[in-house]
């Protein structure tokens, strides 16, 4: 690979998977448990929480860590994961009982029991998929020795379907709980790219994936790629193409999108660097970027989440968060204090009850739509 294609992935993944940044501020009315039984610390750096019910959630973050609370974050406790990777995304059926969560070197792991106990699953997701042969992962033992991929991101459909995506265009569907699995190394075409530039559009760093049920699914990555199957996964077409607006010169500057989310069929979201947030109300048949209309949030947004009201969500790096009411303009945020920490995940499970996670311990919840949030620090 050139050495363009090698700085923007090493940036993108950095900025997804390593997140450093400094200290995050607290809510004054915060309710704190005894010293000696908090689970939270500073040196936590969370990225992802499944919100079961509007007092349970879960959280997995850096170190294997997993944390759960019954009460709407008065207290924790810490659940095992017999593990020290890295966990980078988790999800649930409907119901809360079975789970997965996938993360660091092709870990994935599941629960059948509301997420007491977790297993791992002896699955080999390779970075390349030629090292699932056994004699190509001998020949190259020595010089290029084959490794596991870094996933980034699962979406339980189901107790049977369920789908994760990571690190240069890596691809799994389990249709049967997870028990087997079929994975791929997405690959697409790119139309009006010269060709002395394809080899950076090879393998895309693909960062989240969203299914709205079986057949109906979205994937978002580096280079602004958005793909979009109606099949299960069977085949994907691409549809970044209309955010080429007139801020945007090259495909090569479409900006890598790191989450996506949908309330229903037509009404999504799309965040990314650069402050980046696209939106579609057509089911992605047409996106389109939108203002976050503060002027120095110019640092990533991780995650994105739109409201069962219509509100859309966007939080980031640095403290960033902006707030659009249904059919409104974004504008910045209020968490009720000042946060200097990357926040990488927002999620609600009503109009009510949510949660915003991420580095330096940074746990937050609201349960009166997001005008009030709660700091819960260990």
Known sequence: MGMMRVGYRTCAVALAAVILTS???????????PLTEQKIYVSDKFFDVAVLDPKRAMIVGYGGKIIETTDGGFSWKQ??????????????????QTGFIVGEAGLIMKTSDGGATWQ???????????????EERRFREIDDPCQFAYLFAVSVIDENNIAFIGDKS??????????TWEIETLKFEQP????????????????????????????????????????????????????????IFDVLDLPTLFDVEFNGPDNGIAVGL?????VTTDGGKDWNFVPNNVDDFID????GTIKDDGTLWAVGASGQVVIAESGGDFGRGNLGSAVNSWMRRVRFIDNQNGWI??????????????????????
């Not at 990533?300 to 995650?303: K, M, V």
């Not at 996670?357 to 260990?378: E, H, N, P, Q």
């Open 23 to 33: 200290t995050a501020g607290c809510h004054g009315d915060a309710n704190w448990e």
């Open 274 to 278: 650069d402050g980046r947030i696209a």
């Open 120 to 134: 791992k699953l002896d699955v080999n997701v390779w970075l390349d998929t030629e090292c699932n042969d056994p």
């Open 192 to 247: 009006g790219v010269a060709e002395d530039m394809l080899l950076a559009f090879e393998d895309p760093v693909l960062y989240d994936v969203e299914y709205l049920d079986v057949n109906n699914g979205y994937i978002v990555g580096e280079f602004g790629k958005i793909y979009h199957t109606t099949d299960g996964g069977e085949s994907w077409e691409q549809q970044q193409e209309s955010l080429m607006d007139e801020t």
């Open 357 to 378: 996670i991420g580095g330096f311990g940074l746990v937050m919840s609201t349960d009166d739509g997001g005008k009030t949030w709660y700091r819960r620090i260990g």
């Open 79 to 96: 659940v095992s994961s017999g593990t020290d990777q890295s966990l980078y995304s988790i999800d649930f059926t409907d119901d809360g």
């Open 300 to 303: 990533p947004f991780y995650a």
């Open 170 to 179: 890596i691809y799994g569907r389990s249709r049967d709980g997870g028990k």
